[in-house]
């Protein structure tokens, strides 16, 4: 498929994400700072999400999950290897 289908897990760049100041990305704070909350997961430099809940945000931008994932990577918070925010 395209670069930006989502089939692999979908993971948040929580610092990046909540830097930015963009009005598009308010939801998906929002969203995130509310699944850290529901996992008491407060001290991750990243959060993996839900296919589900990319689903339903994706609703809200009136967009595709890949739409949205292709959003969220031309604004630089996704992470594709997490792994490899450890090893710098
Ligand atoms: P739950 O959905 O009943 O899940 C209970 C526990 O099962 C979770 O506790 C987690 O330890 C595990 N779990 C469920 N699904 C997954 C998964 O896809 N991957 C992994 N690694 N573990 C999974 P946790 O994390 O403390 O979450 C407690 C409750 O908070 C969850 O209960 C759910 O109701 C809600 N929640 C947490 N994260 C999310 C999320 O990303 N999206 C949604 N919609 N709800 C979430
Ligand atoms: P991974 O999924 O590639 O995640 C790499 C590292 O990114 C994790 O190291 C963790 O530090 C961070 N990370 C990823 N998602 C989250 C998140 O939602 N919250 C937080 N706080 N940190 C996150 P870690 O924990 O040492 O895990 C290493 C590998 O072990 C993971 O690689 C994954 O393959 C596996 N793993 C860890 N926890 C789970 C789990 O709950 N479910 C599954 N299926 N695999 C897990
Ligand atoms: P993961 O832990 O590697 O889980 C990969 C997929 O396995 C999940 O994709 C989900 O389809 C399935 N899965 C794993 N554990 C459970 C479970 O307890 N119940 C159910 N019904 N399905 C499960 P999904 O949902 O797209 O989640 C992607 C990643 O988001 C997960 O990777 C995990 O890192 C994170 N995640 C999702 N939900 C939770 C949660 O409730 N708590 C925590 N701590 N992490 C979650």
Redesign the pocket.
């Known amino acids: 498929g395209t670069p930006f289908e989502p089939a692999g897990?979908?993971v948040l760049d929580l610092e990046k994400l909540y830097d930015q100041t963009h009005e598009e990305l308010a939801y998906v704070a929002k969203y995130a700072r509310a699944i850290q909350q529901?996992?008491g997961?407060y001290n991750g430099r990243v959060l993996?999400?839900?296919?589900?809940d990319?689903r339903a945000l994706a609703i809200v931008y009136d967009q595709s999950p890949s739409g949205l994932v292709e959003r969220l990577t031309e604004h630089g918070v996704l992470v594709s290897d997490p792994r490899a925010l450890f090893n710098s």
């Open positions: 897990k979908i529901q996992r997961d993996s999400i839900r296919a589900d990319l």
